[in-house]
C-alpha cells in the first residue's frame, strides 16, 4: 500500500531537529550540519506485523508486511499444500 500526502512536505519538524538528538556512538547524527531527514522506518517486531516506510522529500508512504514475522509453512508435498487451503 502506497498513501502519497502533499509532496514536498518533507524535512518537517521532525525531519530538522529529533534525529540530532541521536548519538549512536560510532556516528552522531547531531554532527551533520544542514542536514534533514529523508526517510524512516517503523517496523512492528511482532508475528503477522508490518512495515512503515517514510519518505518525507516525496510525501510517499509505504504500508507492507514485516516479512521477518510472517510464518508460512513449507510444502513440499500436495498434502501439505491441501492442509494450507482448508
Known amino acids: 500500500m502506497c498513501l502519497s500526502p502533499d509532496k514536498g512536505a518533507g524535512g518537517g519538524p521532525v525531519g530538522q531537529s529529533s534525529y540530532r538528538q541521536l548519538n549512536f556512538g560510532l556516528v552522531n547524527l547531531g554532527s551533520f550540519a544542514g542536514a534533514r ?32 514475522r510472517w510464518h508460512y509453512p513449507q510444502c513440499y508435498d500436495e498434502k501439505c499444500s491441501e492442509s494450507i487451503r482448508d
Open 37 to 68: 531527514l529523508q526517510n524512516f522506518s517503523i517496523v512492528q517486531d511482532q508475528d503477522f506485523g508490518y512495515m512503515v516506510d517514510v519518505n518525507l522529500s516525496d510525501g510517499l508512504i509505504n504500508i507492507n508486511q514485516n516479512w521477518e
